[in-house]
């Protein structure tokens, strides 16, 4: 499975806690864009694509999602809730979000510039790509 969960260094003293993250150190890739999630209600989905080039940092700033994450061989489920812990999606995973918490805060690092093309927001068309590109 092309993920994992990476641990930030907290720096954290009486006056709260901080974090830093920096392209092609604690971050494995160049940052090219940065998004965040937010106004989030426990009733909807997000995610349900793949991406064939992109990698991305997730993290929970605030709040709670689970993500669901799929290989075309195996699905597993993960809970984000902690600002000090990214979960890195390499390429070709399929991903899926949902349960957030009201107001949950995703923030993401992105190794690429927006592009819809790349996107594959159809599960049967994952699977196809998956097949033939092994
Ligand atoms: C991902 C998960 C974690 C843009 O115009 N620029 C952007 O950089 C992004 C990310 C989105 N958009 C537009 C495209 C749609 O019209 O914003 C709208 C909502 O995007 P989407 O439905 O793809 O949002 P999510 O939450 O389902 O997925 C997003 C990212 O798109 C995706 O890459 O991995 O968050």
Redesign the pocket.
Known sequence: MNYRLINMKVFGDERGKLISLEGNKNIPFEIK?V?Y?YDTIPDFE????A?KN?E?I?IAIDGSCQFVLDDGKRREELWLNRPDVGLY?GKNMW?E?RHFSYGCK?M?L?SEY?D?KE?IRDYDKFIEEINTSF
Not at 46 to 49: D, F, Q, S, T
């Open positions: 864009r998004y999630i997000r995610g349900k694509h991406h992109l991305q997730i999606i991903r979000m995703l993401i992105a927006y819809e996107y």
